[in-house]
């Protein structure tokens, strides 16, 4: 059973695997398996997964067998694991309790080489819906406090596996930068009486600038304080706070900005390694007027070091103005009809 | 002139770039110039970087030229600049203020190929007087508030060149860190009137378990709450609250430890790329109670990834217990014996 250990100087969190600790050699070739090796998320090895928890099928076909579309299973190697009791304790000054949680992966697609942004429209929404579903399960669990959803794509973005997948945990406390965001929104929502995500779409509508794309119920800007070059943060225009509360009839648009927004990245910094993170309300607090939920892109363009380690604070060689315009220029119209074609082809 | 801007919704600062900003191709390859190309830290360019700011030179040599051992440079793409005021204000909901700071680099010795805990003893320990006096010198300056050590070694902890060096940027603004580490401090010095690093030593000198190496006034141990794999914190075992105040003579204890924990590192992870840390007091309060100044040593072996970025908390495979057994265990006399025979061989 994995450890939560807290940092007795400050709130930070840190998961021990004590059982299959890493010795030195372990590290020495920490890479991505050959491309063209064996994939467990693929179409036919539905067996070589711990049994699925979700799965959008064929009706005729069986489960943990092939015919789905999208396919939630548990991490075969789990950071938390989902038996027993936190059994809080003591140990000196120190704190910790036990690594209980849920670690899950949402297979995107049978098909090993696409990646999110290349999928149908009507796929990627699928995948939101699958990811909602595990939301609202997870979250009956009253031993859990936070649910955080977030992708990571290429190597440099700590992807361990090429295959396209998202990946669910549930933590048995609410983690610090949640903690920090919901702490700072609230604090501007005492003293103004608005939640601070709406008061920054209303000057980022007002002022254009920061726009990378817009439809009716969601909007992408690059954040005035962007850590990262050219990261960008989808946002619902009218404010809700967690993300399973969202509308039914949004979802189309949801799956519409994101790969709007994935293939703009794309094209501009040719297919980076990148994360996404669903920043949202905490399990118990579905209703928040202070916070508003959204999802965080960060391509991985840049190396974190010494100074944002030590600071906290982050250096960012393009200003998100520029970042914007340059994402906002693109033509995606000839990329997304390709991609429709494609899609018809294989439809037949 | 960069600009530091701060996020709307928390204590978080980020430098942005405005002038020189970095287009999509820029980051294509952001790779270290190859071995053996030209380096502007080696002995004969010394024209090649701006005007010294200290060296510790041969009494006969002149400033910019060769005979130094070590020398400290403005950093030719300062990150923050020296010149002006902060002009802090408000753009709508943002707020922001000039990137005004100092960014110095320490270069630590001529020799290209030497990383720090391959030098002499003494070489050493004057690397850590250069730091100390450029502290001493850059807290007289009332604009800023928190000067920050920190070195990065290898491509994949950040280093953009190979040679090795230390860099220091001082801030106007106290770190996002530095604050929750003072702040978590004074919490548990207003509740039991004691220094938590100090107990923190009280403890891990009784349990040994997580000791690593120990000398006459400093001990090197492997935190509890460990975020990263053999990560390794060093503190004087006396109260002390600044980097800058610890007592001259235990300046060669300092060097003996760094040195000494570094080739363990170097031994156990085969030349692991790295990063060290000062984690000291802010520029106007050198003498605090509650905290007590420390270097945090972090291997990178592993990826920061989505799930670190998203909670702020940590997944870390090697148990600290685990990595400090494995360091302690290593027989560093054959190497530091090496080591003192090449030194012998280098000064005839």
């Known amino acids: 059973m994995p450890e939560l250990r807290k940092s007795p100087i400050m709130e930070r969190w840190v998961i021990i695997s004590t059982e299959r600790g890493k010795r030195p050699d372990d590290f020495k070739r920490e890479k991505l398996p050959p491309k063209g090796g064996f994939c467990p998320f693929c179409n036919g090895n539905e067996d070589k997964t ?11 076909s069986l489960p943990d067998k092939e015919g789905w579309s999208v396919r939630v299973v548990p991490n075969k190697f789990p950071a938390l694991q989902i038996e027993g009791d936190l059994d809080k304790r003591g140990d000196g000054i120190y704190d910790m ?72 945990i549930a933590t048995p406390i609410i983690p610090k930068r949640a903690i920090e965001e919901l ?9 103004k009486e608005r939640c601070i995500f709406c008061d ?37 225009l009218k404010h809700i706070s ?22 703009r990245l794309d094209i501009a910094l040719d297919e980076p390694p990148f994360n996404f993170i669903i920043h949202t309300s905490p399990c118990n607090q579905p209703d928040l007027d202070y916070y508003h939920w959204h999802i965080e892109i960060m391509p991985k363009l840049t190396r974190v070091a010494g100074f944002e380690w030590g600071s906290g604070f982050y250096i960012n060689p393009t200003p998100p103005e520029d970042a914007a315009r340059i994402l906002r220029d693109i033509d995606i119209e000839l990329v997304t009809a390709n991609n429709k074609e494609e899609q018809k082809v294989e439809e037949k």
Not at 50 to 60: F, G, N, S
Not at 244 to 250: A, C, D, I, N
């Open 183 to 191: 702490t700072g929104a609230k604090f501007h929502y005492d003293l």
């Open 97 to 168: 309790m036990r690594g209980v949680g849920a670690h899950e992966v949402l297979i995107e697609s049978p098909d090993h080489s696409k990646n999110l942004q290349y999928l149908s429209d009507s796929h990627v929404e699928s995948i939101f819906w699958a990811l909602r579903e595990r939301c609202l399960d997870l979250k009956r669990d009253s031993r859990f406090r936070y649910i955080l959803v977030f992708k990571n794509w290429g190597e440099e973005a700590g992807a361990s596996l090429e295959h396209s997948h998202i990946q669910i």
């Open 242 to 263: 967690a993300f399973e509360q969202t509308p039914t009839e949004w979802f189309p648009q949801l799956a519409d900005i994101m790969k709007n927004v994935l293939l």
């Open 200 to 236: 920054i779409l209303m000057q980022e509508i007002k002022e254009e600038k920061r726009i990378v794309y817009q439809n009716d119920h969601f909007i992408a800007i690059a954040p005035y304080a962007a850590r990262f070059p050219f990261e960008t943060w989808v946002l619902p």
């Open 50 to 60: 711990p049994p699925e928890v979700l799965a959008y099928r064929d009706p005729k």
